[in-house]
Structures are given as structure tokens and as C-alpha cells.
RNA sequence: GGGGAUAUGGCGGAAUUGGUAGACGCGCCAGACUCAAAAUCUGGUGCCUUCGGGCGUUCCGGUUCGACUCCGGAUAUCCCUACCA
């Protein structure tokens, strides 16, 4: 009886191994053909979680494979370390964010090296060492002198009590998460990247990206949201509708419906707004009131739709002595269009409701599909048809009214044709202190100065203060006090830190530095790694961490850095680990590990008391439901939670964590080991045969190639629970193969070689050992992917499926490419009451060669 | 409200891309070993059946010699998004 696989010495043994001769350094290699593989990198939290398992797992097979397969991978880690929850334990636990951070990763790298994983720490970096963010400073100064940076008053969700800006998940039913208080929206002047620029490049370029998957292109696609349509701009009456000296333009997607425009509508941010509620009290009342309550953006979307009249009107420009009064609507958005609108309650739902609301007329100019007009609409009608009731766009289709009134207006010289994002440019400002500072000076004389490389970094100061409200840089004694270093004259330094999605916006390409302390690009370095050929996550950053990491890599690359356009060269997204939830009667969740089973119910461990089980979900700490990944390695080991991460569910999908599932890799790994155990002699001997080959012989051949072929599709697709199906096979195969002369001993080892290869990407520790006990050197040390034997996954014979009018009736195995006659012939053999004796009331015969005969009656 | 994805045994899931549905794993059943249990090993396992066969990939319909796969419609679940003019 063979040992159980002793996980705890044999894997420890070989990360030493590993380690001491540098496998998983990447070296420039201009004679290899590269290959980056990257996961996204963890926020430093306090532990690693299931998600990290599986993520990184998926990622370490795709870098263990491609170094089998030859090429020169880079595949590094690091550290998303800035961010809201190192200062909130700051202030809980009154500990400075970045001991708190650093002690994280230190337990949280010892957790990653226990998994096993192929990683080159030689280029490890957290995103808040102070030589990260000195190169971020750089970059952000390239952007800057290349006029991708600017400020712009903007609202911040601000708590009147904590004298703070609250980032959206600190605003909690409209109040601060800390002191309760109603939010209020205040404005400030922030710093802004001018990623709307690049809007149509990180649209068009998302045809390019061949190995993303659809649905986070499609995603980025709609976040992106470019719709055509044009501007419009209309004089502004005065209530005896004589012209007032401004004008209000707007802008809209259906210009063909500018018939049925019963009123204009401003959002309560417009300048104009603003202008009126200096005069009148009413409308500064209405105001107020919106821009208070305006904070959880779900019911926003609910609120019913408000306005108030002004006593201001445009004129139509197409239809004499019409005039449409301009309203203050809550459901216009500011920063979208021009942040006013004309309405046509025909043809708009939130139009029809507000007309419907505030009386206003509704004009139908779209004919309906069932050619009905002018009934009595009880919702708007947006679908395609003709127009009527418009003038001189009369009969037209919607598209050439479009093309007709957008020349018209074109040279009336009151509109144009206008291409608008639903993008904006991205706020980067924080009023935080963990964060990477904004590398810019304030001059006593008004002039905004980025820092001189010589000065940079600018650090964050260590001797904070937490206990006070507001934004710790502003409130630090001296850090923001400083001079010119041009004029000498006094200057204060930029207190706002940057975005979090700055830093990891660029990571990937601080990777491939060699020299990981240096805070410049080494550009050949940059251009032999980038782009990322895979990059494997979740796919909760498919929006935003993937564009701003797109926009990121396109604007360096005009500001000069880089020579590549898309960082990611293909996509994978990951599915989310699952645990069922436990529950007291009182509604307490209890942890997994504190419970047991006993007849199809759970009990609580302690009190035995009975608990109800919820559904699989998402593992997440508010529930319970979560399985520590280090608990799970030291009962059974890497191998077997990395075996389970790969078997049961395809890595695109939801994976279920169980105990018995758990168990079953447990039971796997052993069996490769004593596969592996009782089979060593064989590999003692050298085996000289000259027996004639068996049907054994070619039976073990032929299964170990085809698996080998299909194995290497599935990793290749990323199919990790097919090829772990088809390792299965293979290893049910060989440990009920009985080998009977030399011939077939010798074909068993270079099976069982090729079983122990194609496992190491999956299970490497139990990979190494069993290699080393077959008398071998590490896998490592450039034992490649094997290559399957086309001569063995061809069959000479064929299973062909008899078919009665599409049905199957038998099946019938013959020579491989057996004509149709043949089996014609052999169909008299076979019985069954569908398949007809006379071949004469066969009307017709589908023959596909080695797969289907069908007779058609 | 908008967009997307998914639906196959008791469960997780396969299916050469239109050609033998249910690979492989879990669970379950039976047997072997054992004083016994666990572990391990061997075999069985979609449903119905009068043992001829019949029915089966959420439901309804279509295309086809043939549909899990393609098309149209419905239902359910999940994810993303949030008044985008």
C-alpha cells in the first residue's frame, strides 16, 4: 500500500526548488518568442480569497503550459495597494494605511506562495511604493505637457459633518456612511484625464480585439455610448417673446421629429438655470431642492419626472408664430449633450410623461406601423415609420428627414450635425490621503506649475493625522507649503491624490522593467513584453479598469511612451466561486467550517444547533460563506485545491465550492501517486523488445495520443474541465492496464510520462515529484509539451449510425471510409424491425462517409 | 426602463460546431476487502417498457433527410446599466 501524497513536505520542497534556480525569471529573449501572461493583481485586503485561488490558478496553467510549449514568459505580480480601506483602518484601528498595507502583503504573498504558482517575484511592486508612484507622477506629467489634463469645477458628494468628499459606495440611502448626514453636492475644481478624445479610437479599436470575449466588448461599447445627431441652437424669447440677447442650444438624436417639439427642457445645473434662480426665488426653491436630493443613482432613475416653467421661450425655427416654452427639468442631465433638450412627447417616453403631467401638447409626427396618426397615444411611439405632419419632411423615412432637416439647419446656420459620447472624462481627483500625489504647484501669482522631474517624487508625508475631519494632506502642518523652484516665489502644493484606477491603469507595463526599482521605462524592455497577450480576471472590471487601461495605453503611446495601442492583446473573465449560506433561526450567518452534517441537514458545530441552508451564491465575508483558502492547503495540499479550482466548472462559469468536490481532487491526486508508485520498477529497467505489436499495445497508444491531442485543445481553448475529464480518462486507463511483455512495459512508461507532463501545469508539485521518482530531473528544466502521434488517433474502423428518417436505428462498425454500398450490404445482417428488407421502398439515401447512413421511406 | 448571458440526468457539466445526447467527476445502488467502520477496488446508474421498443437537451412553432446546435416566439434565472435626449 502506497503512502498517502505527503502535500505538506513534497510541495514545500519544491517551491524551494523552484526558487533557489530561478525558473520563473523572465529575461528579455529577442531569440524566443514571448509570451505575457498576467491576472489582475490583488487589492491587499488581509487575506487571499477563493476568487484569488481560482484566478490565479487559471492564469498559472496558461504560464505553465506556454513554457512548455517554448515560449519566453513573463508572468509577474503585484500589489493594488492604495485606497479607501487602508485609511478607514487608519482610522478604526489607528494605524498608519501603509504599515497596514505592507503587512497585508506580506501575509497575503506568503499565501500566494503556498498555491505553487509560477510567478516571477524578481518584478514584484506594490502600487504605493514610493518608487511606483514617482514613475506615475512621470507619466502623469507626459499627459499633462501633451494636454490630456485639466481642471474643471465639478460636484463631489460631500458629508457636512465629517467636512469630506464621499466616494458613490460611502453614500448610503443618501447619507454618509460615517456620521449619517444627509449628503450634500458641492462644487470643486478637480483634475480630470481627457479620455472623450479618445472615445472613437476606444470604440473602433474594439474590433481589433479578436480574443475578448463579446460581452465586455459589447459592454465597453454601451459605456462608451456614441450616438450621432446634432446640435441646435434656438434665440431666446423673453415672456412678450422679444429676443434677449442669448441663446440656447440643445442637442438631440431625432432631429426629424423638430415638428412635434412642444417645449424645451434645461437641467437645473445649466448656466441658464443658475442665471434665472439669482432673480427668482421660486425657481432658486426648486433648484436647491434637486440638487440635494439627486445622490443613489437607482432612484433617480425612479423619481417621477418634475419641472417648472420659466417665463422664458424659443422660437420654433420652422413653424411661424410657434413659440415653446423652455422648462427646468430634474431628468436632465448636465453633463450630457448640452444639458438641454427640445421635447417631443409624441416620439420620447420621458418627454410623453412630462407633457402628459404639465399639459403640454403632444404632436404626432412619426406615422404608426399600423398607419393609424393622431390617436389618442397612450405611450410614446419610437418605432420606425413616416413622417407626417412636418412640412417639408413630409413622406420621408426617418433617416432622410434626418439627413433633410440636418442640411437645412446646417444652412440656416442654427445647427450642425453632431457626433455625442455618453463617456465623460475621467475625474481623478480624491480629497484622500492614500493615494499617489498630484504632481503640481500652485504659485503664489496664480500659475499652475507640474513639479520639476528633480523634485519628484512628491511623497506622501509619514506623520499624519487621521483623527480629524477633511482630507489629511490639506490638513498636514507644513507638506503643502513650498516654493518655486523658477522664481523662488511661494507656491502650494496640489493636497487632491490621484484615482486608485490610475495606478492600475499602467500597471502591467511597470512590469516589464527589469529593473523593478528604476522609475523610468526602459523602452525595449516595454516593446519586447507589452501588449499583455492574456489577461485573465473578473469580470466586474470589465468597464472601467479595462478602458481606462486602454485609454491609458493609447495616450502614453502619442505622449511617447510605448509603441502599442491596446494593451490586451486577448481577455479572459473568470467566473465567481460559490458556497451555499448557513443560518440561525435568528438570522445569524455562521461560517461553513462551523458547521457539519448529519442526515441532509446542517447543524451548528458548537450548540448543535439546526441551521437553514441557503442557495449557492457569490462567497462574500456579510454571509459567511467563505472557505479559507490556507485552512484548505494545509489539510490537502496546493495541488488539490488547484485540481479543484480546474475540474468541475468551465472557468468562464460559476464554480460551486463543495467538500465532497474537495474531496474528489484529494482522491485524484493520490491516485496519480500511486499510479505513479506502483509503477516505478519499470522505469528501474531498460526495456529492449522486439515483440509484435498487441492489440494492448495499440490500444494504450492509441487512447494515451488521443487524449494528449484533446488535452491540448481543451488548455488551448481554455476548456480546463474538459482536458481534466480527458486526464481522467487517461488515468482510469493506465491504472487498470496490465502490461505483458516488454513491448507493452515500454509503452506504459511513455504513457504514464506523457500523463505525468501534461499534469504539471495543473498540479506541479505532484508533477515534479512523481517525475523526479521516475528517475528525472525537473520538468522545468526544459522538458517540453509533448506532441501527439498522428498515427495513433486515426481509427481504422468507424462507427457508422444506421438512421431510419432521421432516426437512429443501429450502428455498424466497419473499415474506415467504407463506401455506402458496403454498408448497404451489411445492413441485411443486422435486425430490427424499422430497417426495411426491400431496399425498394427507400426513397432516398443520406450517406455521410464514417458517420451516418440515413434511408429515407 | 435599457442591454446581455444562460437553460442538457439527483448534481457540476461533455458533445469533433447540423450527424451515436449525457464523456468525465460528484452522488446513489450492488459487490469485494474488513470482526466492524473508514479508506480503497470492481460493476451498475436519463426516463418508460408488454423487453419488440418507445420517449427524452425549459416550453411552443419553423427550416432540414437529420436540430442540444440554425431561425421566430414564450417562460425562468443570473449579470451589467441607470432618466444619455
Known amino acids: 500500500m502506497v503512502e498517502k501524497f505527503n502535500s505538506k513536505v513534497i510541495e514545500k520542497k519544491w517551491q524551494s526548488k523552484w526558487s533557489e534556480s530561478n525558473s520563473f525569471v523572465a529575461k528579455k529573449d529577442l531569440s524566443k518568442e514571448k509570451f505575457y501572461i498576467l491576472e489582475m493583481f490583488p487589492y491587499p485586503s488581509g487575506k487571499i480569497h477563493m476568487g484569488h485561488v481560482r484566478n490565479y490558478t487559471l492564469g498559472d496553467v496558461i504560464a505553465r503550459y506556454k513554457r512548455g510549449r517554448g515560449f519566453n514568459v513573463l508572468h509577474p505580480m503585484g500589489w493594488d495597494a492604495f485606497g479607501m480601506p487602508a485609511e478607514n483602518a487608519a482610522m478604526q484601528n489607528n494605524i498608519h494605511p501603509a504599515e497596514w498595507t505592507y503587512s497585508n502583503i506580506e501575509t497575503m504573498k506568503s499565501q500566494l506562495k503556498l498555491m505553487g504558482l509560477s510567478i516571477d517575484w524578481s518584478r514584484e511592486f506594490a502600487t504605493c511604493d514610493k518608487d511606483y508612484y514617482h514613475h506615475q507622477q512621470k507619466l502623469f506629467k507626459k499627459l499633462f505637457k501633451n494636454n490630456l489634463v485639466y481642471k474643471k469645477k465639478s460636484f463631489v458628494n460631500w458629508d457636512p459633518v465629517d467636512n469630506t468628499v464621499l466616494a458613490n459606495e460611502q453614500v448610503i440611502d443618501g447619507k454618509g456612511w460615517r456620521s449619517g448626514a444627509e449628503v450634500e453636492q458641492k462644487e470643486l475644481s478637480q483634475w480630470f484625464f481627457k479620455i472623450k478624445d479618445y472615445a472613437d479610437q476606444l470604440l473602433n479599436d474594439l474590433d481589433h480585439l479578436n480574443h475578448w470575449p463579446d460581452k465586455v466588448k459589447l459592454m465597453q461599447k454601451n459605456w462608451i455610448g456614441k450616438s450621432e445627431g446634432c446640435y441646435l441652437r434656438f434665440d431666446i424669447l423673453d415672456k412678450t417673446h422679444k429676443k434677449i440677447d442669448q441663446q440656447l442650444e440643445i442637442f438631440t438624436t431625432r432631429p426629424d421629429t423638430i415638428f412635434g417639439a412642444s417645449f424645451c427642457a434645461i437641467s437645473p445645473m445649466h448656466p441658464l438655470a443658475q442665471k434665472i434662480s439669482e432673480t427668482d426665488k421660486i425657481i432658486q426653491k426648486f433648484i436647491n431642492e434637486q440638487s440635494s436630493s439627486a445622490v443613489n443613482e437607482e432612484s433617480v432613475a425612479r423619481t417621477e419626472k418634475e419641472g417648472i416653467r420659466t417665463n422664458l421661450s424659443v422660437k420654433h425655427p420652422f413653424i411661424k408664430d410657434k413659440f415653446l416654452p423652455i422648462y427646468i427639468a430634474n431628468f436632465i442631465l448636465m453633463d450630457y449633450g448640452t444639458g438641454a433638450i427640445y421635447g417631443v412627447p409624441a416620439h420620447d417616453q420621458r418627454d410623453f410623461e412630462f407633457a402628459k403631467k404639465y399639459d403640454l401638447e403632444i404632436i404626432q409626427v412619426i406615422k404608426n406601423k399600423d398607419g393609424k396618426d393622431n390617436i389618442d397615444l397612450v405611450e410614446a411611439y419610437t418605432e420606425d415609420g413616416e413622417v407626417i405632419n412636418s412640412d417639408f419632411l413630409n413622406g420621408l423615412s426617418i433617416e432622410e428627414a434626418k439627413k433633410t432637416i440636418i442640411s437645412k439647419l446646417e444652412e440656416l446656420k442654427i445647427g450642425s450635425k453632431q457626433v455625442n459620447y455618453r463617456l465623460r472624462d475621467w475625474g481623478i481627483s480624491r480629497q484622500r490621503y492614500w493615494g499617489c500625489p498630484i504632481p503640481i504647484i500652485y504659485r503664489e501669482d496664480g500659475e499652475v506649475i507640474p513639479v520639476p522631474d528633480d523634485e519628484l517624487p512628491v511623497s506622501l508625508p509619514d506623520d499624519i493625522d487621521f483623527d480629524s475631519p477633511g482630507n489629511p494632506l490639506e490638513k498636514h502642518p507644513t507638506w503643502k507649503h513650498t516654493t518655486c523652484p523658477e522664481t523662488g516665489m511661494k507656491a502650494v502644493r496640489e493636497t487632491d491624490t490621484l484615482d486608485t484606477f490610475v495606478d492600475s491603469s499602467w500597471y502591467f507595463m511597470k512590469y516589464c522593467s527589469e529593473n523593478i526599482q528604476n522609475h523610468s521605462f526602459d523602452d525595449e524592455d516595454l516593446n519586447y513584453w507589452m501588449p499583455v497577450d492574456q489577461y485573465v480576471g473578473g469580470v466586474e472590471h470589465a468597464i472601467l479598469h479595462l478602458l481606462y487601461s486602454r485609454f491609458f495605453s493609447k495616450a502614453l503611446s502619442d505622449s511617447g511612451v510605448g509603441s502599442f495601442n491596446e494593451p490586451f ?289
Not at 526544459?782 to 481509427?795: A, L
Not at 438512421?803 to 466497419?814: E, L, M, P, S, Y
Request: aromatic share 8%.
Open 569 to 857: 492583446e486577448g481577455l479572459f473573465t473568470q467566473g465567481m466561486v460559490c458556497h451555499e449560506t448557513y443560518k440561525t433561526k435568528k438570522g445569524e450567518w455562521i461560517l461553513p467550517s462551523d458547521t457539519y452534517e448529519k442526515n441532509n441537514k446542517f447543524f451548528r458545530l458548537e450548540t448543535n444547533e439546526l441551521l437553514t441552508k441557503g442557495p449557492s451564491e457569490s462567497m462574500s465575508k456579510s454571509k459567511k460563506n467563505v472557505v479559507d483558502p490556507e485552512a484548505i492547503i494545509n489539510t490537502y495540499g496546493a495541488d488539490t485545491a488547484r485540481w479543484f479550482m480546474l475540474s468541475d466548472s468551465p472557468p468562464g462559469r460559476d464554480i460551486n465550492w463543495s467538500e465532497s468536490g474537495i474531496k474528489g481532487a484529494w482522491k485524484f491526486i493520490n491516485k496519480i501517486w500511486s499510479l505513479i508508485n506502483e509503477n516505478k520498477e519499470i522505469f528501474q529497467i531498460s526495456i529492449n523488445g522486439n515483440e509484435v505489436e498487441t492489440e494492448n499495445y495499440i490500444n494504450l497508444k492509441k487512447m494515451t495520443h488521443k487524449n494528449l491531442k484533446d488535452i491540448t485543445k481543451s488548455i488551448e481553448s481554455f476548456q480546463m474541465n474538459v482536458a481534466v475529464a480527458k486526464i481522467y480518462e487517461m488515468t482510469n486507463f493506465l491504472t487498470t492496464f496490465k502490461a505483458k511483455n516488454n513491448l507493452e512495459r515500454s509503452a506504459l512508461k511513455e504513457s504514464i510520462k506523457i500523463l505525468i507532463r501534461v499534469l504539471e501545469p495543473m498540479t506541479p508539485h505532484l508533477a515534479e515529484e512523481c517525475w523526479s521518482i521516475i528517475g528525472h530531473d525537473s520538468i522545468l528544466s526544459g522538458q517540453k509539451w509533448p506532441e501527439f502521434d498522428k498515427n495513433y488517433v486515426i481509427d481504422e474502423f468507424a462507427s457508422v449510425v444506421i438512421q431510419v428518417n432521421g432516426k437512429k436505428r443501429a450502428v455498424i462498425k466497419i473499415e474506415n471510409n467504407a463506401e455506402q454500398e458496403e454498408i448497404l450490404e451489411q445492413l441485411k445482417i443486422i435486425k430490427n424491425t424499422q430497417i426495411p428488407d426491400d431496399l425498394s421502398k427507400i426513397r432516398k439515401i443520406i450517406f455521410v462517409k464514417n458517420k451516418i447512413l440515413n434511408l429515407v421511406l
